[in-house]
């Protein structure tokens, strides 16, 4: 008996299929067979019970968990008065439950090596699941979950992570005491030495040097931490003038050897040419290294480079930077060749652009990079952009990198440099917690008074699973990762000394993130956060995120601070259990994703420089982290553009960025955007608008998800959201 569902179905492993109707009537004639013929249903009882449950689901308009729909199974059987055989099911039920448990992380490992699994299958953008190191992570991380649910979480952290109420993000890794992101000293490492694998690396001789050294660290760092991390161009550039200075006087030995005239300005000349081609070289080995090298855990660093001219004293070495700079961005603009000859986008490292007086308006000294920025921008999707001057005012003066993507480190008055400034470069952050907000209004069912008190309710939550994370670090040894706490990334600690004095007084910062702002507003107010309701809202549940931080760190001296999360899988993880939870609800549970922290929904018609403006006001309330963006199309002939949103970034909002497109066809050359098209199945996939290619293998498509780029494609949750997105300009 064929009825046609077209309802897809959540397996254990997280796979989603479509739903079969024949497995539902196949394990309930199995368990009428166990009962004596005077107890069994007909076989028309059976196929009414099938019939029943499919024209159910075929209502839902959201995938169903297998779970439910075996709850479902057993309701039938006992509406037709079967009681022996839905006792039956219920104790084949049972039996598989234990066997299932009997090793939680079998099918998980089985699911991954499949490439089953939707929810984790490209859970990292930047992860290339099918490769023997990555999954080689990925099967560590099953492994880290189980003992992570099993042993070393409180059992209601785990069920509420289980049922999307919060996530307690990178469980993969808690076992091993490891933290997130960081600011990596790289001053302090080039300055003063470090040790690489056991080996003494002393003070580079030469820029190029210092550019080799700089990728070594990078990747060392990488492996010993499961988050990104940052560096900042500024603390290679004194190395141009120590190459400049070797340089000059090789030129002078060489002439005198052949007897040529020492004349100054030809010596100058000379140097400066072979200096160029050394900072090529340099940049290219940061480049081509850090793409090339492959962490532990399976992918490239994630790893930021932060370019600020004023990092550095005006004269010889600001230009130096901005030579830098400059060759960095030509490099970009180029791109990299994959491994067909084809020029493409790399994903990392990430770029990080600081606009300043100095170079944001035409005329000013450096204004010619600003123009360089905005055609990479247009051309790589990045740099992306800091404003030095909002970013001034909302950090006491000050302006620094985030760490790796969006966490930035609190600014604290004793945390301080050996000359008095206030210290940055080798702070960390220990983790994060995120909490589901569209839960919290759905748990509510619209109740503003019961709202806060179920907000109360999950934030001690979080506020208890974030102590789990802070509590794991404590006494780790720095002997665990000596590169970082031994030799000068973060810190210069003895051996056999404890990390403990670097997780207190706001050395190091520990995230509460939240996702979902649009959709919790949605179901308390009807409207999304851009309404004036919405938004008023919207500010008083970001302003009490902000008053538990600071009175959890009032508390216990531990650097609290609220995180704008840059969900990837989580946002699909999240959609799946609301509608699990509260069914299908307009507006709020009936895509498969939720919104990032605070943004505007991807659907919602909003200009680029409205919505910049408008979330400008949630980013101070994110004092964790956060970025935003504006979608645009294709602007390599509008390079005006790009540099307005640059200008009005500049005036109104810290971090922002331009989701440009950057994309290309292998099969027919096509260089343009990739679209998402539903196929046969009903899954989204990608295809070339010229040729109507859909083979993955031969598409190369980048999309930010997250603040950062991503180039091994996505889940069906993230594609649908990066489907829906609308032009903001």
């Given at each position: 008996m064929e009825t046609a569902v077209n309802t897809n179905v959540i397996k254990r492993n997280g796979e989603e299929v479509k739903f079969d109707l024949s497995k539902i009537e196949n394990a309930i004639f199995a368990a009428n067979k166990e009962v004596d013929k005077l107890h069994q249903l007909s076989d028309y009882q059976v196929y009414a019970i099938a019939d029943n449950l499919a024209k159910h689901i075929e209502e839902m308009t959201h995938a169903v968990h297998v779970e439910d729909i075996q709850d479902m199974v057993e309701t039938g059987i006992m509406e037709m008065r079967g009681y022996e055989v839905a006792q039956k099911y219920v104790r084949y039920r049972y039996k598989r439950e234990l066997a299932r448990k009997s090793n939680?992380?079998?099918?998980?490992?089985?699911?991954?090596?499949?490439?089953?699994?939707?929810?984790?299958?490209?859970?990292?953008?930047?992860?290339?699941?099918?490769?023997?190191?990555?999954?080689?992570?990925?099967?560590?991380?099953?492994?880290?979950?189980?003992?992570?649910?099993?042993?070393?979480?409180?059992?209601?952290?785990?069920?509420?992570?289980?049922?999307?109420?919060?996530?307690?993000?990178?469980?993969d890794y808690f076992a091993q005491k490891e933290h997130n992101c960081d600011l990596v000293n790289l001053e302090d490492m080039l300055q003063n030495g470090t040790v690489i694998s056991e080996t003494m690396i002393e003070k580079p001789h030469s820029f190029f040097t210092a550019c080799n050294v700089t990728t070594q660290i990078v990747a060392q760092v990488a492996s010993n931490q499961y988050g990104g991390q940052s560096f900042t161009l500024s603390h290679i550039a004194p190395f141009v003038d120590v190459s400049r200075k070797k340089i000059r006087k090789q030129v002078i030995e060489e002439r005198t050897e052949l007897g040529e005239p020492l004349d100054d300005d030809i010596i100058d000349k000379i140097t400066e040419k072979r200096l160029l081609l050394e900072v090529k070289s340099g940049i290219q080995t940061i480049q081509y290294q850090l793409i090339t090298l492959m962490t532990c855990n399976g992918q490239a660093p994630f790893v930021t480079m932060f370019m600020y001219l004023d990092e550095v004293p005006e004269g010889q070495t600001r230009d130096d930077l901005a030579l830098i700079i400059e060759e960095v961005l030509n490099q970009r603009i180029i791109g990299v060749k994959n491994e067909k000859g084809f020029y493409i986008t790399p994903a990392f490292p990430k770029l990080i652009?600081?606009?300043?007086?100095?170079?944001?308006?035409?005329?000013?000294?450096?204004?010619?990079?600003?123009?360089?920025?905005?055609?990479?921008?247009?051309?790589?999707?990045?740099?992306?952009?800091?404003?030095?001057?909002?970013?001034?005012?909302?950090k006491n003066g000050d302006v620094y990198p985030c760490m790796g993507c969006r966490s930035f480190p609190t600014s604290e008055p004793n945390i301080l440099n050996p000359d008095g400034t206030r210290k940055y470069y080798g702070r960390f952050n220990q983790g994060v917690v995120t909490i589901n907000l569209v839960d919290v209004a759905c748990s509510s069912d619209g109740d503003m008074d019961e709202f806060w008190k179920i907000l109360e309710e999950r934030l001690e939550l979080c506020h208890r699973a974030l102590r789990c994370r802070h509590e794991r670090l404590l006494g780790t040894l720095s002997d665990v990762a000596p590169i970082l706490w031994q030799h000068g990334a973060l810190a210069r600690l003895k051996k056999g000394e404890k990390i403990d004095k670097l997780l207190y007084n706001g050395y190091s910062t520990i995230s509460l993130g939240y996702a979902g702002l649009c959709e919790?507003?949605?179901?308390?107010?009807?409207?999304?956060?851009?309404?004036?309701?919405?938004?008023?809202?919207?500010?008083?549940?970001?302003?009490?995120?902000?008053?538990?931080?600071?009175?959890?760190?009032?508390?216990?001296?531990?650097?609290?601070?609220?995180?704008?999360?840059?969900?990837?899988?989580?946002?699909?993880?999240?959609?799946k259990c609301l509608q699990k939870r509260f069914g299908i609800i307009k507006g709020v549970t009936d895509k498969n994703y939720i919104t990032n922290s605070y943004h505007v929904h991807v659907t919602e018609h909003i200009d680029a420089f409205s919505k910049l403006k408008f979330e400008s006001e949630f980013q101070k309330l994110s004092p964790g982290g956060a970025i935003s963006y504006v979608e645009v199309p294709n602007l390599t002939n509008n390079i005006e553009a790009v540099i307005s949103v640059m200008q009005f970034i500049y005036d109104n909002i810290l971090y922002a960025e331009l989701n440009t497109k950057s994309d290309f066809c292998e099969k027919c050359l096509y260089d343009g955007e990739m679209r998402i098209v539903t196929d046969d199945s009903g899954k989204l996939v990608w295809e070339c608008p010229n040729c109507g290619n859909r083979d993955q293998n031969n598409l190369f498509v980048a999309r930010r998800t997250c603040g950062y780029i991503g180039t091994q494609f996505w889940n069906q949750g993230r594609t649908q959201e990066i489907k829906d997105r609308v032009l903001h300009l």
């Open positions: 939680t992380t079998d099918n998980g490992i089985l699911s991954l090596i499949e490439h089953m699994n939707e929810e984790v299958n490209q859970e990292n953008s930047n992860k290339n699941p099918v490769i023997n190191s990555t999954q080689r992570d990925y099967m560590a991380g099953e492994v880290s979950k189980d003992l992570t649910k099993r042993m070393l979480l409180p059992e209601d952290i785990v069920e509420a992570h289980e049922a999307g109420i919060i996530h307690f993000h990178d469980s652009y600081v606009l300043d007086e100095d170079n944001i308006t035409p005329g000013s000294k450096y204004w010619y990079l600003t123009e360089l920025a905005a055609k990479c921008t247009a051309k790589r999707m990045v740099p992306d952009y800091i404003s030095a001057k909002v970013m001034r005012e909302m919790m507003c949605v179901r308390m107010t009807g409207k999304t956060h851009t309404s004036p309701e919405g938004k008023d809202f919207a500010l008083k549940v970001m302003q009490k995120l902000n008053d538990k931080c600071a009175e959890w760190k009032k508390a216990e001296n531990i650097s609290y601070s609220v995180y704008g999360t840059p969900m990837e899988s989580t946002t699909y993880k999240f959609a």
